[in-house]
C-alpha cells in the first residue's frame, strides 16, 4: 500500500521467504525483513511503470536480480570428518549462531598452549580450564599419561575477524581437546553448549531459544546442553523443537560419550 500497488501485484513463494530470511537478513528482530521486502516492491513498482515484466510470484532464484549479492550465507553443519573440530552453540546481538572449535596438537618444548580466533578474557580461562580438566583425568579418559608432555595445544574459533567471548564454550573446548588426543571423531550432528569447572562439573548457560534455533538452522540433530537448562527448554514449543533431540548432562565425561565416536569407529 505504501509504494501504491496492488497485493496481487507482488506474491512470494515459501522459498524465497526463507532466502530472504536466512541470507539477507541477519538480526533478531524483523526490521532488515522489512527493509528488504520494501526494496523488492520497489523494484517491481519501477518495472511495472516502466512497461516492463516482473517475477511473479518471486521465487528465491529471483532475490539475486532484485536485491543483489545475499550478504549473508547461512550456517550450515560441516561435518564430522576431522578429530578435534566440534561444533558449539553461541549466543550473539542477533540471536544464535554455531561455532566451531578446532584443536591441534604438535611437537614442542615443554606443554604449551595458544589461542587464537579474536577471543575474550573469559573464553581464553575456559580454554585453559578445559585443558587442565583433560590433563588431570587423562587415564579415565584414555589418554596416556605423557601425552601432553612435550607438545602443543592449539586451539582455534574460526573467523578471527569477529571478537568471541561468553561463559559457555567450556565444554566445547574440553571435547575439542579429547577428541584430538584420542583421535575420536565428532558423532554427526551433534552441537553443545555449557560451562566447565575443573571438577567437570558442567554449569548452566544463557540464551538456551536462541542456541537452539540456530542449531535447527544449522541442520543439527542432537544438542548437548546442562541438566540446569533443562527447564529453559521446557518453555519452549515443541515445534521448535522437532526434528531435534536435547541432552541434558552435569559431568564432562557425560559429554564426551554423547559427542565422540568410540575409537574403533573413529578411523
Not at 105 to 130: C, F, H, Q
Amino acid at each position: 500500500a505504501e509504494a501504491g500497488v496492488d497485493a496481487g501485484d507482488v506474491n512470494l513463494t515459501d522459498d524465497a521467504l526463507a532466502a530472504l530470511i536466512d541470507t539477507y537478513t541477519g538480526e533478531s528482530g524483523v526490521r532488515q525483513l522489512e527493509k528488504r521486502l520494501a526494496a523488492i516492491v520497489r523494484k517491481i513498482v519501477l518495472r511495472k511503470v516502466s512497461g516492463l515484466s516482473w517475477p511473479q510470484p518471486v521465487d528465491s532464484a529471483d532475490l539475486n536480480g532484485l536485491l543483489g549479492a545475499a550478504p549473508y550465507i547461512r550456517e550450515r553443519y560441516e561435518g564430522n570428518d576431522y578429530a578435534g573440530v566440534i561444533t558449539g552453540l553461541a549466543w550473539t546481538a542477533a540471536g544464535g549462531c554455531v561455532l566451531y572449535v578446532e584443536t591441534s596438537l604438535s611437537p614442542s618444548k615443554g606443554e604449551k598452549l595458544t589461542l587464537t580466533g579474536k577471543l575474550g578474557d573469559v573464553m581464553k580461562e575456559s580454554a585453559s580450564i578445559a585443558l587442565q580438566h583433560v590433563r588431570s583425568h587423562a587415564d579415565s579418559l584414555g589418554i596416556a599419561s605423557d601425552a601432553l608432555t612435550d607438545r602443543a595445544v592449539h586451539i582455534h574459533v574460526p573467523e578471527g575477524a569477529i571478537p568471541k567471548d561468553g561463559p559457555s564454550a567450556g565444554i566445547t573446548m574440553a571435547t575439542s581437546i579429547v577428541s584430538a588426543l584420542t583421535g575420536r571423531r565428532p558423532k554427526p550432528r551433534v552441537a553443545m553448549t555449557g560451562e566447565l569447572t575443573l571438577r567437570g562439573k558442567v554449569l548452566p548457560i544463557g540464551g538456551v531459544k536462541e542456541k537452539i534455533l540456530a542449531a535447527k538452522r544449522a541442520g543439527i540433530t542432537d544438542a548437548i546442553l546442562p541438566e540446569a537448562n533443562r527447564k529453559d527448554v521446557d518453555e519452549i514449543p515443541d515445534i521448535y523443537l522437532h526434528g531435534l533431540e536435547v541432552h541434558y548432562v552435569s559431568d564432562a565425561a557425560q559429554v564426551f560419550d554423547l559427542a565422540l565416536l568410540p575409537t574403533e569407529t573413529a578411523d
